[in-house]
Each structure stands twice: as C-alpha cells, then as structure tokens.
C-alpha cells in the first residue's frame, strides 16, 4: 500500500500544512507506536508530548495547529478522529464482502425461513426449527441457532457465536464470537439441604443495531424477557444476568457484570469493571466510573464513582480524606508525645 499525501488530503477534505504532497504513506498506526511511512493523527492538548516525539511520516491535525513535529508532513482536517477513520476505511484492512449461500457443511433444518440468494450461512452452523432469518443475514462458521429464533435483516453472527431458542434479535445487530444469548439465568433457591435450579423460561430481545463483544453473554430471563435496547453497544467480556433491562444507546465497557433484574436506564456509560446488583435501577444519561459498586438505586443524569457508587465528587473528597490519613496519624502521635512531655514535665 502506497497512498500520496495529496490523496489523503484529498480524500478527507484536508489541506497539507508542511510536507511533500507526493510523499507516500505506508500504514497508520497511534502517535506513540508510528514509524517512518505511517499516519497518525493528533486530536487532543493532552498528547502534545506524544506528537512532538512521534516517528509517523505524516499527521492529522486539528483546525489551526502550527505546532508541527519535526521531520513530519500535518494535514489540517477539521476533525482529525474522524479523518482518521475515513482513511482507514478507505485504504486499511477491508472486511470480507458479503456473499450469500449456504456451505455445504452447514445443518439447517427444513423449515427455517430465509432466502438462501440473500442470506449467508458458514461452515458448520446449525440452523434449528421454526427460525427466521432476514434476508442480509450471515451466520458464521460453528455458529447455532436454536429454534424459533428470529434475526432481523442485516445482522451478523461472527464464528462460534450461540444463539439459544426463542430468543429475538432485531436489524442490524453484531454478536462477536464467543457471544452466547439466551443461556439459562442463574436461578436457584436452597430446599432441603440442596440448590433446586429454577426453571428459565423466558427469552432474550435485542433490539435494532446492537453491537456485543466477543465472549459477552446474555442469559434469558426466568420469565418475560431479558431485553437490550435500540443501539447499545456492550464490550468483550460482559455479564449481563436474567431479567435485566437495559435502555437504548448505553455504553457498557468489559468485564462489567449486571444482576438479574436491574434496570439500566438510556444513554447510561457503564465503565470497566463494573458490578451492578440484582433488582437496582440505574437512571438515564448517568456514568458509571471504573470498578464502580452499584448496590441502590442511582438517580439519572449524575456520574458515580466507588463501592458503593455514589457521586463522583463525594467520592472523590472521601479519597482525598483517605489520603490525608498517614499526616493526620503522624500528627496525632506528636500531639501525645508533646501531653507526655507535659506530664512529665
């Protein structure tokens, strides 16, 4: 791959600041990992450091910057992320097409609904009974879908992802490998000496344009529905327990872990590491920072931090306080030794 400054420039609406247009590029890489013949780009003061250092032949930068590196040609872009990603998409590593069929190894059960010219079926799936699939459909190699399942048009089953019965997937939803929905939730209840498993007898809904991450799982509900809204996107890693609702449009970063039965409100962030208990409602537009606890009910529209979560600028002073501790104790210990004087005194 060799791509021309001016191309770039071109392709993204940019204007070349400093450098040879007919310099080329090879690859892109971050400031920090760039080598000679890569692009980079530079979007935020916080990385100024990593910009002057930065090995990349070529950088996109923000409206009005003239702090250039040295040895390094800057294309002015007015959003130099987005940019990025135009290029990339253009010119970097490019998804396999979509191409309809049905592998000769795949098992699909005669009754499943779908039209096998606009529907992709891989190596090794398994297709049960009663299951409808839209037509832009692909269900990757070792994939299973149990039956009666519905996927809405132009979703995607990567390789190995399980999809168990009944269960509902809208338009447009992306389950990575290793996703499975639709599992038993975790029921149980202690009679005589013993765990008796409680009978899961409900689905999983996942509405339009979901995304989950690799080795996520979703587990249906005991009864009703375990149910994800319109335009999440859920990150490797993720537990979502039965029963829980989770609105539209959140953020749920990896190995975060949600009870049976919350309630996450829309447009809630849910950072890395988060546990959420059972039966909690978590309120819209709200942010959950890094390994947050949530053991109540959160408010909407606040950021919350530490276990338990509560807001973020309580918590905050509490560790400020905390770290304030060693001085308190070693002021303490010379305030006594200074009334031991005394008394000796």
Known sequence: MKIALSNL?????????????????????????????????????????????TQASAVLVPLGWRDFPPNTSCIEVSDPSRSFEQIVEAYGFQPEPFAPGVHPSAVVAPNVKFDPER????????????????????????????????????????????????????????LHSGVVIGADGFGYEFSQGRHRKVRQAGIVQIDNDVEIGAGSTV???????????????????????????????????ACTAIAGSAIIGDYVVIAAQVGIAGHVHVGSQSTLAARSG????????????????????????????????????????????????????
């Open 219 to 253: 587990d249906r509900a005991r009864f009703g529905r375990t149910w994800i809204g319109a335009g999440t996107k859920i990150d490797n890693l993720v537990q979502i327990g039965h029963n829980v609702v989770i609105g539209k449009h959140c953020i749920i970063v």
């Open 119 to 174: 529907v992709a079926i891989g190596a090794n799936a398994v297709i049960e009974s009663g299951v409808e699939l839209g037509n832009e459909v692909e269900i990757g190699p070792g994939s299973f879908v149990g039956r009666n399942v519905i996927i809405g048009k132009g979703s995607k089953l990567h390789a190995n992802v399980t999809v168990h019965a009944e269960c509902l997937l809208g338009d447009g939803v992306f």
């Open 294 to 345: 949530v053991t109540r009910d959160l408010p909407a529209g606040q950021t919350y931090l530490g276990f338990p979560a509560i807001p973020a600028g309580e918590e905050k002073r509490r560790l400020a306080s905390i770290n304030r501790l060693p001085q308190l104790v070693a002021r303490v210990k010379e305030l006594e030794a200074q009334l031991a004087a005394q008394r000796e005194a």
């Open 9 to 53: 420039a071109n392709l993204v609406g940019g204007t070349i600041l400093c450098g040879d247009p007919t310099d080329q590029i090879t690859g892109f890489a971050s400031l920090k990992e760039a080598m000679a013949g890569d692009l980079s780009f530079f979007h935020d003061s916080r990385y100024n450091e990593k910009l002057v250092k």
